[in-house]
């Protein structure tokens, strides 16, 4: 069981808090873990799924998907993601 969490510092580190956690049956990887298209961050959580979030303090579920383990978003948008079957998806819905 592994726990993954993402925390925020306003002090440059100096001192964190912690925004989301979530237990999932999978290790991290250190992967495209977070991207930045148009606003919005789609931040990638091995064993849950994909998250959104527009300012980094609330975040919501953008695809449940426990099997992806790697996340791309290129400048155009298409979203590319890969699981751990190394089994690759694409969309263009952002």
Known sequence: MSVHKIFKSKDNGEHYTELYSVRTNTWTSKLNVCNYYKGTYYMII????????????????FWNNTEL????????????????????FYSKEL
């Open 46 to 61: 091995p064993g849950k799924g994909i998250l959104r979030t527009m300012d980094l303090i609330n975040f919501e579920e």
């Open 69 to 88: 383990l790697s996340l791309f978003i290129d400048h155009n948008g298409v979203l590319i993601a890969r699981d751990l079957r190394n089994q690759i």
